[in-house]
């Protein structure tokens, strides 16, 4: 099992002024951050990096929403980093998230959701290479 995990503040939570808040809550959760960068996606990078999602039907509000602003992309580290992650930001609709976590508290809808976190280990290490280079985690 890796200790590290990869996730991005989407554009909803960078455009309502939440990005703060929640590296602040990230950071006391007990995770290091290894890698951080504020960056645009085009829409090409944007459906590159949710290329597992090209069929389905929201593929391309996902692509324009993920691509109409700034995000933060980090990668993680902490003990069993990628499920403790998903655990701390919730269900990916947020009117199903746990009180208290990242998408309940900060997500606007199912297609704005906050914050992005890596769904498994491999998952963590491919995203994570999407955006640094080894050179770029510390
Ligand atoms: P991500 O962290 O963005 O990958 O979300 P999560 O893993 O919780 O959920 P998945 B299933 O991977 O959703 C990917 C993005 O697609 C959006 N989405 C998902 C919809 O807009 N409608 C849907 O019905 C579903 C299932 C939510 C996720 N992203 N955003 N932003
Ligand atoms: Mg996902």
């Given at each position: ?6 996730t ?7 455009k ?10 990230i ?7 290894v ?24 593929f ?53 959701n ?5 769904d ?19």
């Amino acid at each position: 099992m890796s200790n590290r995990t990869f996730t991005m503040i989407k554009p909803d939570a960078m455009k309502n002024g939440h990005a703060g808040a929640i590296l602040d809550r990230i950071i006391k959760e007990g995770f290091r951050v290894v890698a951080l960068k504020m960056t645009k996606l085009s829409e090409e990078k944007a459906g590159e990096f949710y290329a597992i999602h090209r069929e389905r039907p929201f593929f391309g509000e996902l692509v324009e929403f993920m691509s109409s602003g700034p995000i933060i992309a980090a990668i993680l580290e902490k003990e069993n980093a990628v499920s403790s992650f998903r655990t701390l930001i919730g269900a990916t609709n947020p009117a199903n998230a746990d009180e208290g976590t990242i998408r309940k508290l900060f997500a606007t809808s199912v297609g704005e959701n906050a914050v992005h976190g890596s769904d498994s280990d491999e998952n963590a290490a491919i995203e994570g290479a999407f955006f640094f280079s080894g050179l770029e985690q510390i």
